[in-house]
């Protein structure tokens, strides 16, 4: 009956978001962007209703990329939580950024963002290098072509990374429909943006009204 180590909980992880912003989404092309803001807004939302440690990086805000998506500001307001805003393209390798990364002391990381083989491989290579458990949620990570995100994935998982998507991130933190603390959230969050999901419990929750 005991769940295995490697599953995701809300306390056993941080999740870090990495530039989910303007100049970075124009060139994406390896999903489309409609499904990515869905899915980051997914990730973002989960997180925050299991009160997940979350780190939120932005790649020269003010100066080139932009502000990060709707779907994450909704969530993680900058003015409230702040940005970690960088130079560097490795996460890692920012001061600020490694510092709050690793400031409570869980062994786990979770990534997310763009690009793929640059913002994402980066840190989660470094982080494998340090003997982090990581898991990268790749249809919440894009990349200037399809062979460019996919390549980096690969490069990801032989060094060891786990991959996942952002509804089973979701799911896998709810993990019983019987935690009712958290089950309306839950519904209303995938209703928003869990795609087909989503408007099937829509659909379902308008016929059991009846």
């Keep these: 009956m005991k769940p295995s180590p490697e599953l995701l909980t809300p306390n056993n992880h941080t999740l870090v978001l990495i530039d989910f912003e303007g100049q970075m989404a124009f060139a994406t092309k390896s999903i489309d962007i409609m499904t990515l803001r869905n899915n980051a807004g997914l990730v973002a939302g989960a997180s925050k209703i299991f009160d997940v440690h979350t780190i939120v990086t932005t790649v020269a805000e003010e100066s080139f990329s932009g502000p990060v998506f709707p779907e994450i500001e909704e969530v993680y307001p900058k003015a409230t939580v702040g940005y970690i805003d960088r130079t560097s393209m490795n996460t890692w390798e920012d001061k600020a950024a490694y510092n709050a990364i690793n400031e409570n ?106």
């Design 105 to 210: 002391g869980n062994t786990k990381l979770v990534f997310a963002g763009l690009w793929t083989s640059v913002c994402i491989v980066g840190p989660t290579l470094s982080a494998i290098a340090e003997g982090f458990d990581t898991y990268v949620i790749t249809d919440a990570c894009g990349d200037v072509s399809a062979e460019a995100h996919e390549r980096a994935i690969e490069r990801m998982l032989q060094a060891g990374a786990r991959p996942m998507t952002a509804l089973q991130y979701l799911l896998e933190l709810q993990r019983d429909w019987a935690r009712q603390e958290t089950y309306t959230e839950v519904m209303a969050l995938a209703t928003k943006h869990g795609g087909g999901y989503g408007v099937g419990i829509q659909y379902a929750h308008h016929f059991l009204s009846h």
